[in-house]
């Protein structure tokens, strides 16, 4: 199984900031999310076969989801609409977040644009990428 | 998507959850599941006849939902489930849901419906008959 990790500087940062909100958000609420910087937030697992990437983005229109793969990028656009029947003044809480999102996120490595599914489930949106024939690991075997 | 109805009426919509520091409280919260619980973003909003609370809460199983309304208090409850493998990237990590609203008595008792529908949580709270808006016609003379 391949264990190697997508290196990113900012991910211990990141990572230091959703502890920090996390510490305040379990004793209040949490304050309106903007969709500004890394959302939607994303777990990526890797197999022999292929990437699966998940997307932590509950309530977003389903007709304006849209995932596209280019070469090792993949990109996640959506929208989170405002409620139909609710003008501003009506609104007692505001916490959910609002809008257009995109977020583009190199793999590193070749996928097939062809063989990738994507569900959106429990607003949770995940993609399964296939590796490329050239990515996919090959054993070797070790001569003694 | 999840369909359910409770029985008891929702009366305010202030939030107790400040007061309530969520935890592990829930007997549910075992070592094996997500041991911890968060108050899940909400919005809140009223209509003429109702009033919709929508919540964040990503994740949830539909069986796996409680809503409940007693007295003069609105708690909802999400459990997830963890994932089998730790992810090689992690950006997020789901937790079960709790927050507690305590409600007003100008609120329909029997009315409550909840709708669990791609994340997010919806509970609609029907205004008592007494508090809706009537309008009376002004006649001129």
């Known amino acids: 199984m391949d264990t190697r990790s997508l290196w990113d500087p900012w991910q211990e940062m990141r990572r230091l900031q959703g502890q920090m909100e996390q510490l305040f958000t379990d004793s209040v609420p949490t304050w309106r999310w903007p969709l500004t910087g890394q959302y939607p937030p994303l777990n990526i697992t890797r197999s022999d076969t292929g990437i699966t990437l998940e997307a932590l983005c509950p309530g977003v229109d389903r007709g304006s989801l849209d995932v596209q793969v280019v070469g090792d990028t993949v990109t996640l656009r959506g929208e989170h609409k405002p409620e139909p029947d609710a003008p501003e003044e009506h609104y007692y809480r505001r916490e959910r977040p609002i809008g257009s999102f995109t977020r583009t996120l190199g793999l590193g490595e070749a996928v097939n644009a062809d063989q990738t599914q994507a569900t959106y489930t429990g607003g949770i949106l995940r993609v399964q990428l296939a590796r490329s024939p050239e990515a996919t690991p090959k054993k070797i075997p070790v001569k003694s | ?141």
Not at chain 2, 3 to 25: E, F
Not at chain 2, 35 to 57: F, G, N
Not at chain 2, 108 to 122: E, P, Q, W, Y
């Open chain 2, 1 to 141: 998507m999840a369909t359910m109805t409770t029985t008891a009426t929702p009366k305010d919509q202030r939030d107790k959850t400040a007061s309530r520091a969520p935890g592990p409280r829930d007997p549910r919260d075992t070592a094996d599941r997500a041991p911890r619980a968060i108050p899940p973003r909400v919005d809140i909003y009223e209509t003429e006849k109702i009033y919709v609370l929508l919540a964040d809460m990503p994740g949830v199983l539909p069986d796996g939902l409680d809503v409940v309304a007693e007295r003069d208090e609105l708690v909802i409850r999400g459990r997830v489930e963890r994932p089998a493998r730790t992810p090689d990237y992690q950006e997020f990590e789901l937790a079960n849901y709790y927050r507690a609203f305590t409600l007003t008595d100008d609120l329909d008792t029997d009315g409550i419906t909840a709708r669990l529908s791609d994340g997010v949580l919806r509970v609609e709270i029907p205004k008592s008959a007494r508090t809706v808006l009537k309008k009376i016609p002004v006649r001129m003379e």
